[in-house]
């Protein structure tokens, strides 16, 4: 079943006790699991470990490596990359490749074998989770010290901020509260003494805010901390929000931004990311994880095109029920699928959640099995070197995610719903404890159950919905065909050449429904809730079908009606294909022999 805590609350410190599976054996199913000493809460503060120990380490042990190899795309011979015209000159499109260090080793530029990791996986990206120190000048050092060892390696970091979601408070050594705001919010907010030394780091990314929209959903609550996020929406209405939210975001990226520091988020489910994106932040979403990955992708493709955002994606390891006892949760194929469709879909970073982490310490580790000395790739960590190391090469991508062509738009106000009304998490939108889901806010679950030929269910995006945990494995596959989620703003040129849109969830702006109607002229079908359609066209369409130009419009209280599903038919997918266009180019996913957790990517001209 699924517990009512995460595995936040155990990633501090990580005790290795045992010693590593051999490759073989992990091929074979050995078991993994972990075990942590006491974490940092209410305020304590862990002793950070000594330096001279880590300069006084001997050099790393080379292990012999594995004579097994891990094919990254089971299938024949590679297809030659396509060369769309578009970026045919300027070479093959970038790709930042890192890693999350949560559950430790926390302080990897102090460890004998860090650079040599970095190597060996083509690493260039560190999502490092922040510890603050017993000291301010004991965090100015730490901060330093990480910065020159990732200029040293050639490697960009992130901050991640997660410590403030599990800690009560952190008082600095100058009487200073990081984490509650005088307003009653509580997130992690340095003082701006130490976001200036933040802003002068040289390999510094930016700063993240992990699963920052869950947080805002159940404020805190799982955490026994109950308090408001980056918005307060007590005594506000639900029509608002989207926006108020938005504002809030938009002035703690304004306060980051004196101090040139970019602000990134981390998305456990697949909502808020418009509005993260809209205020300056970037939004990456987790994919594996508890969550339909085609789905939480077209959330953040529709996001990063709305907003000029990138497009960074995680692939998480931590997987559903029995989370305590069951790490990795996701199988080598899943993760090699995630990898796969991140990759080919046109992530413009792609970093994996967790590094080092050992599941009570059985010696199964996460991507690599640490210890003070050495480390041992696992067989996930070899499906990451191989993806990066060889994979990549030969399949670089001359094709960009800002020249999709999208062919269906689900456009929504933000409320914060993914499916939650049957969770062991409060239903509660951006955590106010008199908003809940209902059939308004939910549409756009039905519309995903629509698209995907009924593979998502009408209810839920999420496998943290009880229901859907209790019905079916999780998958990472499902059929879409060019589906993008935008918000109630979107511009009426991310509009054009639709074949599909549908209106769903709480409003929509006057601005983005004048566009609409201009898609619907020009071709468009668009499918809304009757309070969404324009005032000219709402009484006929509760009537049918009523043609507009060279489009037409339907007007229905549900996504699934026979009428809507007759509609829809020959815009939706292939029982086994995920698929979109970018530019001259054609992305496929498919099954392998039907197989839903492994998949393969055909790359081809459009």
Same mark, same amino acid.
């Given at each position: 079943?699924?517990?009512?805590?995460?595995?936040?609350?155990?990633?501090?410190?990580?005790?290795?006790?045992?010693?590593?599976?051999?490759?073989?054996?992990?091929?074979?199913?050995?078991?993994?699991?972990?075990?942590?000493?006491?974490?940092?809460?209410?305020?304590?503060?862990?002793?950070?470990?000594?330096?001279?120990?880590?300069?006084?380490?001997?050099?790393?042990?080379?292990?012999?490596?594995?004579?097994?190899?891990?094919?990254?795309?089971?299938?024949?011979?590679? /297809?030659?990359?396509?060369?769309?015209?578009?970026?045919?000159?300027?070479?093959?499109?970038?790709?930042?490749?890192?890693?999350?260090?949560?559950?430790?080793?926390?302080?990897?530029?102090?460890?004998?074998?860090?650079?040599?990791?970095?190597?060996?996986?083509?690493?260039?990206?560190?999502?490092?989770?922040?510890?603050?120190?017993?000291?301010?000048?004991?965090?100015?050092?730490?901060?330093?010290?990480?910065?020159?060892?990732?200029?040293?390696?050639?490697?960009?970091?992130?901050?991640?901020?997660?410590?403030?979601?599990?800690?009560?408070?952190?008082?600095?050594?100058?009487?200073?509260?990081?984490?509650?705001?005088?307003?009653?919010?509580?997130?992690?907010?340095?003082?701006?003494?130490?976001?200036?030394?933040?802003?002068?780091?040289?390999?510094?990314?930016?700063?993240?805010?992990?699963?920052?929209?869950?947080?805002?959903?159940?404020?805190?609550?799982?955490?026994?901390?109950?308090?408001?996020?980056?918005?307060?929406?007590?005594?506000? /209405?639900?029509?608002?929000?989207?926006?108020?939210?938005?504002?809030?975001?938009? /002035?703690?990226?304004?306060?980051?931004?004196?101090?040139?520091?970019?602000?990134?988020?981390?998305?456990?489910?697949?909502?808020?990311?418009?509005?993260?994106?809209?205020?300056?932040?970037?939004?990456?979403?987790?994919?594996?994880?508890?969550?339909?990955?085609?789905?939480?992708?077209?959330?953040?493709?529709?996001?990063?095109?709305?907003?000029?955002?990138?497009?960074?994606?995680?692939?998480?390891?931590?997987?559903?029920?029995?989370?305590?006892?069951?790490?990795?949760?996701?199988?080598?194929?899943?993760?090699?699928?995630?990898?796969?469709?991140?990759?080919?879909?046109?992530?413009?970073?792609?970093?994996?959640?967790?590094?080092?982490?050992?599941?009570?310490?059985?010696?199964?580790?996460?991507?690599?099995?640490?210890?003070?000395?050495?480390?041992?790739?696992?067989?996930?960590?070899?499906?990451?070197?191989?993806?990066?190391?060889?994979?990549?090469?030969?399949?670089?991508?001359?094709?960009?995610?800002?020249?999709?062509?999208?062919?269906?738009?689900?456009?929504?106000?933000?409320?914060?719903?993914?499916?939650?009304?049957?969770?062991?998490?409060?239903?509660?939108?951006?955590?106010?404890?008199?908003?809940?889901?209902?059939?308004?806010?939910?549409?756009?679950?039905?519309?995903?159950?629509?698209?995907?030929?009924?593979?998502?269910?009408?209810?839920?995006?999420?496998?943290?919905?009880?229901?859907?945990?209790?019905?079916?494995?999780?998958?990472?596959?499902?059929?879409?065909?060019?589906?993008?989620?935008?918000?109630?703003?979107?511009?009426?040129?991310?509009?054009?050449?639709?074949?599909?849109?549908?209106?769903?969830?709480?409003?929509?702006?006057?601005?983005?429904?004048?566009?609409?109607?201009?898609?619907?002229?020009?071709?468009?079908?668009?499918?809304?809730?009757?309070?969404?359609?324009?005032?000219?066209?709402?009484?006929?369409?509760?009537?049918?079908?009523?043609?507009?130009?060279?489009?037409?419009?339907?007007?229905?209280?549900?996504?699934?009606?026979?009428?809507?599903? /007759?509609?829809?038919?020959?815009?939706?997918?292939?029982?086994?294909?995920?698929?979109?266009?970018?530019?001259?180019?054609?992305?496929?996913?498919?099954?392998?022999?039907?197989?839903?957790?492994?998949?393969?990517?055909?790359?081809?001209?459009?």
């Amino acid at each position: 079943m699924l517990l009512p805590i995460t595995r936040r609350s155990m990633l501090r410190q990580v005790t290795i006790l045992t010693a590593a599976c051999s490759f073989s054996q992990l091929l074979s199913g050995c078991g993994a699991s972990l075990k942590t000493q006491s974490t940092r809460r209410g305020g304590a503060t862990p002793t950070p470990e000594p330096e001279s120990a880590v300069s006084a380490a001997p050099a790393r042990t080379v292990e012999p490596k594995p004579s097994a190899t891990i094919r990254v795309i089971p299938s024949a011979e590679p /297809e030659p990359s396509v060369r769309p015209s578009a970026t045919a000159d300027t070479g093959p499109t970038p790709l930042r490749w890192g890693f999350d260090d949560a559950g430790g080793p926390l302080h990897l530029e102090q460890t004998a074998w860090g650079a040599d990791c970095i190597r060996e996986f083509g690493f260039d990206t560190w999502v490092h989770h922040y510890a603050p120190q017993p000291t301010v000048e004991a965090d100015i050092n730490q901060i330093q010290r990480i910065d020159a060892w990732c200029q040293e390696q050639g490697v960009r970091w992130i901050a991640n901020l997660e410590d403030a979601n599990w800690v009560a408070e952190h008082l600095d050594s100058k009487g200073r509260e990081w984490y509650n705001r005088p307003d009653g919010r509580q997130y992690f907010l340095f003082p701006d003494d130490m976001l200036s030394v933040l802003g002068k780091c040289q390999a510094l990314q930016g700063l993240l805010y992990d699963e920052a929209e869950h947080m805002q959903n159940c404020r805190h609550l799982i955490n026994q901390i109950n308090k408001p996020f980056f918005y307060n929406p007590d005594g506000h /209405e639900i029509q608002n929000a989207a926006d108020e939210f938005t504002a809030a975001c938009r /002035e703690i990226v304004r306060h980051h931004s004196q101090f040139g520091l970019q602000l990134y988020t981390e998305s456990v489910f697949p909502v808020m990311l418009g509005c993260f994106a809209r205020a300056g932040m970037t939004a990456v979403p987790k994919i594996l994880k508890e969550g339909w990955s085609p789905a939480f992708y077209a959330v953040a493709l529709g996001a990063a095109l709305q907003y000029g955002a990138e497009l960074w994606i995680t692939p998480d390891l931590w997987g559903l029920a029995d989370w305590y006892s069951n790490y990795p949760g996701h199988s080598i194929d899943e993760y090699r699928s995630a990898l796969l469709l991140a990759y080919s879909l046109g992530a413009d970073g792609i970093y994996t959640e967790n590094l080092a982490y050992d599941n009570l310490n059985l010696g199964r580790g996460s991507l690599i099995y640490a210890r003070p000395y050495a480390y041992t790739a696992t067989d996930y960590g070899e499906v990451t070197r191989s993806f990066k190391q060889e994979y990549v090469p030969v399949h670089p991508r001359y094709y960009r995610w800002q020249d999709v062509h999208p062919r269906t738009a689900i456009i929504r106000q933000e409320d914060g719903c993914w499916g939650q009304r049957a969770s062991w998490l409060p239903d509660t939108l951006f955590g106010n404890p008199n908003w809940h889901s209902d059939d308004v806010t939910e549409g756009w679950l039905r519309v995903f159950h629509l698209l995907s030929r009924g593979v998502i269910p009408p209810y839920t995006l999420s496998w943290h919905n009880t229901e859907l945990a209790r019905e079916r494995n999780y998958q990472v596959f499902c059929p879409l065909d060019g589906v993008v989620v935008y918000d109630h703003h979107v511009r009426p040129e991310l509009l054009r050449d639709l074949q599909m849109i549908f209106l769903t969830g709480i409003a929509i702006s006057p601005q983005t429904l004048t566009g609409v109607q201009e898609a619907v002229r020009n071709g468009a079908t668009c499918i809304g809730r009757p309070a969404l359609l324009p005032e000219s066209i709402r009484a006929g369409a509760q009537l049918g079908i009523v043609v507009d130009g060279a489009g037409q419009w339907l007007a229905s209280e549900s996504f699934l009606d026979d009428a809507v599903r /007759e509609l829809v038919e020959p815009a939706l997918p292939a029982q086994d294909e995920l698929t979109y266009t970018f530019g001259n180019t054609r992305v496929a996913l498919h099954p392998i022999d039907g197989d839903v957790n492994n998949l393969s990517a055909k790359i081809a001209a459009a």
